[in-house]
């Protein structure tokens, strides 16, 4: 490489990046996604994968996957349009949107590549995207990439969405949306979806939920946050990154226009390759336990109740909330980093998340429950929770 100080430029960004303890390293896991983690030969407890309802490993999903590779082959060689589609795209397409209560769905390799070609194939410089501060980085990416005006209200503040949505008609909007997480994923909170669709019924809005943190396991059926609160959205996008499997590949749900005009228009839909079979078929098969996993719903919240109250009586800082994500609040970086130490030697996996990831000064960890685990689990990580916080001095 020809010496232009490039690469030492990097290398001090890099130095930077370490000296200010925001430096992140990756575990090397050497067998499944799992309660359970092997990791440098140890078994470790998981408590930091978006597994919520375990089914990363689930052997239904492994043999729905492995059959399809039978049938239908590993690999599309194409993206959607010219020759990748298979029955089981359009089946996965329309089993979702029948799940979701929607005209119709379209798959994307994706969420991220979902939220980053929403927007811009469906609004133009006349119209205007009032997105919530705290809103997931493809939604940012997806709005920047739209020629609409923007607007942003402060996290889930109704009195600051109201005088957006009051902004943007006396702008003279078009068509106005409303965007927002349905789950803030660093919190662990909920949007006000019921206050959210009353004010863009009275300003004549659209809404868009990113529900990836909510789908499979938040609302009746798992149906995600808008059935939570009883409420229709216009557009829904989610990932089967998550609880739906945990593999990958995302979706846009919503009226037919939609989804039409996003079949012929969103980039990373046209220009990308088509999900393989193995992970459609998954999908499919996880659609269908979710569907039917009451019994799962209800451990996770069973552990998701047991697991804040342990550590609130261990007198962790925690943000209040009922989700399976429970973030313990430590303030700067390298503290966090110190603690998810002291639990992994104790045998524990969380991740520290400081900035850019949350605000500076915020550093946390995230703890996110799962179905699978027993409150047996949850009492060893609760013990290593309390040793390792008072070997940082935190409690
Ligand atoms: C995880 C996540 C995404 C990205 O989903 P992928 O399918 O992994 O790209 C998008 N939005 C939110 C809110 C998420 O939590």
Redesign the pocket.
């Known amino acids: 490489m020809t010496d232009v100080g490039f690469l030492d430029h990097l290398r001090g960004t890099l130095a930077e990046i370490e000296a200010a303890g925001l430096m992140k390293r990756e575990r090397l896991i050497e067998a499944a996604q799992g309660v359970r983690v092997q990791v440098g030969g140890r078994q470790m407890l998981n408590l930091c994968a ?1 597994n919520y309802l375990g089914l990363a490993d689930d052997p239904r999903l492994i043999a729905a996957a492995k059959a399809s590779m039978d049938s239908h082959g590993y690999g599309m060689a194409s993206v959607r349009f010219i020759c990748g589609t298979q029955d089981l795209h359009r089946a996965l397409e329309v089993r979702l949107a029948r799940f979701l209560g929607m005209q119709d769905a379209i798959l994307f390799a ?6 980053a070609g929403l927007f811009e194939p469906l609004l133009g410089e006349q119209d205007a995207i009032i997105s919530d501060s705290l ?2 980085a ?2 940012i990416d997806g709005v920047r990439l739209c020629k609409a005006r923007r607007y942003r209200f402060l996290n889930n503040d109704m009195e600051d969405l109201q005088a957006q949505l009051q902004r943007a008609r006396a702008e003279g909007a078009r068509f106005v949306l409303i965007a927002t ?1 349905g ?1 803030f ?1 660093m919190d662990g909170s909920f949007a006000n979806l019921a206050a959210i669709a009353a004010l863009a019924a009275e300003y004549g809005a659209l809404t868009m939920v ?1 529900d ?2 909510a789908t499979g396991f938040i609302g009746p059926q798992g149906r995600g946050t808008p059935a939570a609160a009883g409420v229709a959205v216009d557009i829904l ?1 989610g ?4 609880a739906l499997g945990g593999a ?3 979706y846009i749900a919503g009226p037919q226009p939609v989804i039409d005009l996003l079949r012929q228009r969103a980039r990373p839909y046209l220009f990308s390759n088509a999900l393989p079979p193995a992970v459609v078929a998954a999908a499919l098969a996880a659609l269908d336990i979710v569907e039917g996993a009451d019994d799962l719903r209800a451990d996770l919240a069973r552990n998701a109740a047991y697991w804040r109250a342990g550590l609130q009586a261990l007198g962790f800082d925690l943000l209040p909330g009922a989700h399976p994500i429970v973030p313990v609040m430590l303030g700067e970086a390298p503290l966090a980093q110190a603690f998810a130490q002291e639990l992994d030697a104790r045998g524990v996996m969380v991740s520290a998340f400081f900035y850019p990831v949350v605000p500076q000064g915020r550093a946390r960890i995230r703890t996110q429950m799962n179905a699978r685990l027993m409150l047996g689990d949850l009492d060893f990580a609760l013990d290593a929770f309390a040793a390792a916080g008072k070997a940082v001095g935190v409690i």
């Not at 994706?110 to 939220?115: I, K, Q, R, W």
């Not at 990932?239 to 998550?242: I, M, N, P």
């Open positions: 978006n994706a969420c991220f590549d979902a939220n809103n997931h493809s939604i997480d789950v994923s990113d990836c943190h996008t990932t089967f990154g998550k990958l590949g995302g």
